[in-house]
């Protein structure tokens, strides 16, 4: 499975250096799901999914009920 860092792993995985955060690796599904359970990695599909989601949504904006613009001049 196919999946794009999250966090940095430090070390090596059979030789080879952990890719950077937002790199990518192929991992055996099992590997692959226990670093997205503990939120080291996403799987590839997924992040470009959340990306463009967080991308395209309006920021939330804070509100008291009951002021007026003119309550705060």
Excluded at 15 to 21: G, I, K, Q, R
Excluded at 43 to 59: F, I, W
């Amino acid at each position: 499975m196919k999946i794009r860092m999250l966090a940095k792993i430090s070390g090596t995985r059979d030789l080879v250096d952990w890719p950077d955060v937002g790199g990518t690796i192929n991992v055996p599904a099992d590997e692959a799901q226990s670093l997205i359970e503990n939120g080291l990695a996403a799987e590839v599909g997924a992040v470009e999914t959340a990306d463009l989601t967080r991308r395209t949504r309006k920021p939330e904006t804070a509100t008291v009920k009951g002021l007026t613009k003119r309550d705060l001049s």
